[in-house]
């Protein structure tokens, strides 16, 4: 059932620059794959955000990996507004999608065409949205693509806990989001009060159950 949370009452806006390094880990032992590291900046007006994530240390010598994410657009009403992503998962394996906001719809790199309305996000973009979707209500609908799909998603605000982590002790929003669609995949994002809101804990099951953690190791961006 849905959790009904007090959602923030202000949403900070995004830095103007920064970068996040994350650990990432497997299952609950927190067996250590790889890390990932989202940068980002933006004038105000436009914005570029990339998370870049690869295997590392015995993994990496059984199983060597690299998937780039990236986004970029504008804003509207403060809101991140993607115009253009793309999701190299390497092999030649790409995904694409790019967002007319006058015709309002989608298209993917297969050629499919899906309409959209305002508010939908991409992968990366999704993730440096939530505090500002967040006052849209407690609790919220947003239609977001993978590069190979649209999907609506459902986002259940958690209340707030403490974590303590390399960067330091934080409040954090703890968000869940599920597809509508009834897939087992899920995602939890924790959002740090002290940090303007950004992501400092990103946690992906899959549909085995499989847990995959993202924990921030180093948070810098303009101002702090």
Do not use: C
């Amino acid at each position: 059932d849905p959790v009904v949370a007090a959602v923030p009452e202000i949403a900070p806006p995004l830095p103007r620059s920064g970068h996040i390094r994350f650990l990432i880990t497997r299952g609950e032992g927190g067996f250590i794959i790889g890390r990932s590291i989202h940068e980002w900046h933006h004038d105000g007006k436009r914005y570029s955000l990339i998370a870049t994530a690869e295997t590392t240390g015995l993994v990496a010598l059984f199983k060597p990996a690299k998937a780039i994410q990236s986004s970029e657009g504008g804003f509207s009403k403060g809101e991140l507004k993607p115009e253009n992503f793309r999701f190299d998962r390497g092999d030649n394996d790409i995904a694409t999608a790019s967002f007319d906001w006058n015709a309002q719809q989608v298209t993917l790199g297969d050629g499919q065409v899906v309409s959209i309305s305002e508010g939908a996000e991409d992968m990366v973009s999704m993730l440096y949205q939530l505090m500002q979707a967040a006052q849209r209500g407690e609790g919220f609908v947003m239609a977001v693509t993978t590069g190979r799909k649209v999907e609506r998603y459902a986002f259940e605000w958690l209340g707030e806990e403490e974590l303590t982590l390399k960067p330091g002790h934080f409040h954090a929003w703890h968000v869940r989001v599920r597809a509508e669609s009834g897939g087992k995949d899920t995602t939890e994002v924790w959002l740090g009060r002290e940090v303007a809101g950004l992501p400092i804990k990103i946690r992906n099951t899959d549909r085995k159950g499989d847990v995959f953690d993202q924990v921030a190791e180093e948070i810098q961006y303009e101002g702090q």
